[in-house]
């Protein structure tokens, strides 16, 4: 559980959730791949709900408001935790979110006993200085599965047993440059945080 001035931040497996609460998060999930498509990729119903049964969704909460989810992968046979995709709603896109689910993605992975954070994001959006304020370092690049190709930058983060950001998080500076490359309709920056484009 995170806390700032005035907000109360409470990241949550889905699976841990009441039944209620469980079903409206994977409604919120589902919807995710189709308002943000170009940034975080299409999944199926299916690929949430089987997440959601293996305890590899996790969801964020504003003063019991839903902001964001991640979703995970299982711990690779090399001790890595993949995020498939990370997105926080339109109008909750503040650095403080996008923080807060990484660090608690940070703290599974720990208890999960990787020992690397590992994600691939489209080099045209600006989720890539999101990923270099949190501490994340570019690896190397792919092309993209699509038809029309986007290269796709990979980030990796080594897991932190004290589950804290490095230094070097968002400085007022990162945070203004990175909305000024922020394109229409949606992508991320440090203060805005949607779907972060991170495709496996």
Same mark, same amino acid.
Request: glycine share 4%; with cysteine; hydrophobic share 40%.
């Given at each position: 559980?995170?806390?700032?001035?005035?907000?109360?931040?409470? #990241?949550?497996?889905?699976?841990?959730?009441?039944? #209620?609460?469980?079903?409206?998060?994977?409604?919120?999930?589902?919807?995710?791949?189709?308002? @943000?498509? *170009?940034?975080?990729?299409?999944?199926?119903?299916?690929?949430?709900?089987?997440?959601?049964?293996?305890?590899?969704?996790?969801?964020?909460? *504003?003063?019991? @408001?839903?902001?964001?989810?991640?979703?995970?992968?299982?711990?690779?046979?090399?001790?890595?935790?993949?995020?498939?995709?990370?997105?926080?709603?339109?109008?909750?896109?503040?650095?403080?979110?996008?923080?807060?689910?990484? @660090?608690?993605?940070?703290?599974?992975?720990?208890?999960?006993?990787?020992?690397?954070?590992?994600?691939?994001?489209?080099? @045209?959006?600006?989720? *890539?200085?999101?990923?270099?304020?949190?501490?994340?370092?570019?690896?190397?690049?792919?092309?993209?599965?699509?038809?029309?190709?986007?290269?796709?930058?990979?980030?990796?983060?080594?897991? #932190?047993?004290?589950?804290?950001?490095?230094?070097?998080?968002?400085?007022?500076?990162?945070?203004?440059?990175?909305?000024?490359?922020?394109?229409?309709?949606?992508?991320?920056?440090?203060?805005?945080?949607?779907?972060?484009?991170?495709? *496996?």
């Amino acid at each position: 559980m995170v806390s700032s001035t005035s907000d109360t931040l409470v #990241s949550t497996l889905t699976r841990d959730l009441d039944v #209620s609460q469980q079903r409206a998060a994977l409604l919120f999930c589902y919807s995710a791949s189709k308002l @943000d498509a *170009n940034s975080i990729g299409w999944l199926p119903k299916q690929a949430y709900d089987n997440r959601h049964e293996r305890g590899e969704l996790l969801t964020l909460y *504003n003063n019991d @408001d839903l902001v964001g989810f991640v979703l995970m992968s299982r711990p690779s046979p090399y001790g890595e935790l993949r995020c498939l995709q990370i997105w926080v709603r339109r109008d909750a896109r503040m650095m403080i979110h996008g923080r807060a689910l990484i @660090d608690e993605l940070d703290r599974i992975a720990e208890q999960r006993h990787c020992w690397l954070l590992r994600l691939w994001c489209a080099e @045209d959006l600006a989720a *890539n200085l999101f990923w270099e304020a949190l501490g994340f370092q570019k690896r190397g690049w792919r092309w993209g599965p699509a038809k029309t190709p986007r290269r796709h930058n990979l980030w990796t983060r080594r897991v #932190s047993p004290s589950s804290q950001l490095p230094a070097a998080t968002a400085t007022p500076e990162t945070v203004e440059l990175a909305q000024s490359k922020q394109t229409a309709p949606h992508h991320l920056s440090p203060t805005a945080t949607p779907a972060t484009g991170t495709r *496996n």
